[in-house]
């Protein structure tokens, strides 16, 4: 999944990024609200971390210009604004949800995680199709065999499992190569032409052939049930 990270503390930018990289998510960070508005115009994010406190232009103002545009993007305020009419003022503005600074690290990670799942349109947070389930929270993948006693865990890579993750929210949705590749890089990672064949690949070897479809001239597909 990607987000937009928008802090222009250098200090606290540095610790949110190191710890959503090292949840797989890949994440772009600006540090302004000029910069904020320009990234959400140019590119689809699964969910925004905004401060308001901004150089240049208020989170506020970004918010609601992103809203203006119909934009759903699921907006996590995290500010040190903590005055109650602060909070209501976000929220009618169209925040889904509102962190005070400081906050707790893995709080934070499952206001994300609670937000992204509320987007997608599930109350469950574990993923379950054709036997696979996929957990968000422990990062796990298992696979139920029939006639096995008990399910067993598939080791994947951190790349596979973003790919397989793309594809469980949203099983019958075929995915073209590019709209994979924008869920799995942020705009400093290089990306190999063939990176997402080279995934979608591995998955296959370790799922089987059935699991993740080949749409010619589109993309990839996970079928429904």
């Given at each position: ?27 772009d ?30 989170g ?22 903590d ?88 099983p ?32 296959r ?21």
């Amino acid at each position: 999944m990607r987000l937009l990270l928008v802090e222009d503390d250098t200090m606290i930018g540095e610790v949110v990024l190191e710890l959503l990289r090292s949840e797989h998510f890949a994440v772009d960070w600006v540090r302004d609200g000029e910069m904020a508005d320009t990234a959400l115009r140019s590119q689809r994010y699964d969910l925004v971390l905004l401060d308001l406190g901004l150089p240049r232009r208020d989170g506020l103002d970004v918010l609601r210009a992103l809203r203006a545009r119909k934009d759903g993007t699921p907006v996590l305020i995290v500010t040190a604004r903590d005055a109650v009419q602060e909070r209501i003022t976000g929220l009618d503005a169209g925040a889904d949800d509102y962190v005070l600074k400081p906050y707790d690290l893995q709080e934070l990670l499952a206001r994300i995680r609670a937000l992204v799942r509320r987007a997608q349109g599930r109350a469950d947070p574990v993923l379950e199709i054709h036997g696979l389930r996929l957990n968000p929270v422990t990062r796990e993948v298992t696979r139920r065999r029939e006639g096995a006693a008990a399910d067993e865990a598939v080791p994947l890579s951190a790349r596979e499992w973003a790919v397989l993750e793309v594809l469980m929210a949203r099983p019958g949705v075929v995915f073209s190569r590019a709209q994979i590749e924008e869920k799995l890089y942020a705009w400093k990672d290089d990306v190999s032409s063939n990176a997402v064949e080279v995934y979608i690949h591995g998955l296959r070897k370790k799922l089987g052939n059935a699991v993740i479809q080949t749409v010619r001239g589109l993309g990839y597909v996970m079928p429904r049930d």
